[in-house]
């Protein structure tokens, strides 16, 4: 294939000859007529044939509803190949030829704007489904009246560690952003009281999800200073555990309202950290949370609640 700028009779679309004129992301291209095989094709082609067919007239069908949710997915790419690459990759399940669509990994936008959490969706008269959802157009301010408590209160909370709950909750990314899967998991599980008295539940919260496995916490102390020691075992290495995997450590004081997070402070091999917290913490009793992440940042263990401690 090749690109050109003004051919001489400017640019085509088409079979014209023994070529055929194209436009790939607005760029004017030509390449050589294909040749029909005379070979039968292999087992591997018909699978790639066949799934490639099956997401096609899948996606074709909701291609009104694509064009809008993958606008600005990513750049050089139009919305239908963008949502094409994606899904034909995570949406697809069987084998040969058994093969069909994954319809709960099948993602129709992706962006930046949060999901509305809480979704339920109920059959009602006539055939119709009836979807609902919480309000959570306003939870930057949650003094607004017009916002949902619980969602203002779980968003504000983990708005500092959106960094790391992208790292954390990564596993999600395919079907929902990590952050909307963080939100949604502390809104069920990790809020108590009533309203307008919701509070976060500090031992319930969970920072990240993974196949990694956790090492057994052995000791954790404050040394004073504003230091804590955090010291743990680890158990025969596999691919689920390494030496190399590298520690997050998130430290909350409700006194301050105030999250300290270290990343990459230490490696699973060490079995221990020392962590400074900053000045003014001491006299405060802190809430302590760790998880691992792989050399490569591509996996983690599910976050475990630490306990306690007050800092000295």
């Known amino acids: 294939m090749s690109k050109y700028l003004k051919g001489i009779l400017g640019s085509f679309s088409g079979l014209v000859g023994s070529v055929v004129g194209a ?12 040749r029909k095989s005379s070979k039968p094709p292999t087992l591997a082609q018909m699978k790639q044939r066949d799934t490639f067919a099956l997401m096609r007239g899948f996606s074709r069908e909701v291609s009104d509803i694509i064009r809008i949710g993958f606008q600005a997915y990513h750049v050089g790419q139009t919305p239908d190949n963008a949502a094409f690459g994606l899904n034909i ?11 069909s669509i ?29 979807f609902s959802w919480l309000n959570n157009a306003d939870v930057a301010d949650p003094l607004n009246t017009n916002s949902t408590d619980k969602v203002a209160l779980v968003v504000n909370w983990i708005k500092p560690l ?25 809104m069920k599980e990790a809020v ?36 804590l020691c955090i010291k743990w075992n680890n158990i025969a290495e596999s691919v689920y555990n390494s030496g190399s995997d590298r520690a997050i450590f998130i430290v ?43 050399e490569k940042g591509d996996k983690v263990s599910t976050s475990q609640y630490l306990g306690e401690v007050v800092v000295v």
Not at 89 to 99: D, K, L, M, Q, R
Not at 162 to 186: C, D, E, M
Not at 273 to 285: H, I, N, R, S, T
């Open 252 to 294: 909350y004081n409700p006194d301050k309202q105030q999250f300290v997070s270290f990343v990459y402070s230490a490696l699973r091999a060490d079995r221990q950290a020392v962590l400074q917290l900053p000045d003014g913490f001491a006299g405060d009793a802190v809430h302590c949370y760790l998880f691992f992440a792989s």
């Open 89 to 99: 990759v995570n949406a697809v399940t069987g084998g040969y030829p058994s093969i």
């Open 102 to 130: 994954d319809y709960p990994e099948f993602v129709l936008s992706k962006g930046n704007l949060l999901d509305a959490p809480e979704i339920v969706v109920a059959t009602t008269v006539d055939a119709q489904l009836d």
């Open 23 to 34: 436009t790939w992301n607005g760029i004017d291209v030509m390449r050589s007529r294909p």
């Open 192 to 227: 108590k009281g009533e309203a307008p008295d919701f509070e976060i539940e500090f031992s319930k919260a969970i920072f990240s999800v993974g196949e990694l496995l956790l090492s057994l916490i052995t000791e954790m102390v404050a040394l004073g200073d504003g230091m």
């Open 162 to 186: 959106w960094s790391v709950i992208n790292l954390g909750y990564q596993v999600f990314k395919n079907r929902k952003t990590p952050l909307n899967a963080a939100i949604g998991y502390h």
